[in-house]
Nanobody, 115 residues
Framework: QVQLVESGGGLVQAGASLRLSCAAS????????MGWFRQAPGKEREMVAT???????DYADFAKSRFTIFRADAANTLYLQMGSVKPEDMAVYYC?????????WGQGTQVTVSS
């Protein structure tokens, strides 16, 4: 079955950098559009960044210039490089794989930011 396993979250100081990873299995990774989403307590899940099967990316306004999404198809892994982290970035970050009507989610990784 499809599995998406996020890692790299944790406690980070405001202004620091953090890299999240999403290891995928059970699917043809290169054929899927991938994305990072996040959900803070009491808020709806929101898109952070997406990347298509190639190199076309899209970012939420809050992520532009601070975050970078990229993928390593040979390793079936998606990444999110987070820079200049802010307290408002604190959330559970989820990996998503999407192809046509199929959509898969990971279990999420917690990012906690101390100010």
């Amino acid at each position: 079955q499809v599995q998406l396993v996020e890692s790299g979250g944790g406690l980070v100081q405001a202004g620091a950098s953090l890299r999240l990873s999403c290891a995928a299995s059970g699917l043809t990774f290169s054929g899927y559009s991938m994305g990072w989403f996040r959900q803070a307590p009491g808020k709806e899940r929101e898109m952070v960044a997406t990347i298509d099967q190639g190199v076309i990316t899209d970012y939420a306004d809050f992520a532009k210039s601070r975050f970078t999404i990229f993928r390593a198809d040979a390793a079936n892994t998606l990444y999110l490089q987070m820079g200049s982290v802010k307290p408002e970035d604190m959330a559970v970050y989820y990996c998503n794989a999407r192809l046509d009507s199929r959509s898969y989610w990971g279990q999420g990784t917690q990012v906690t930011v101390s100010s």
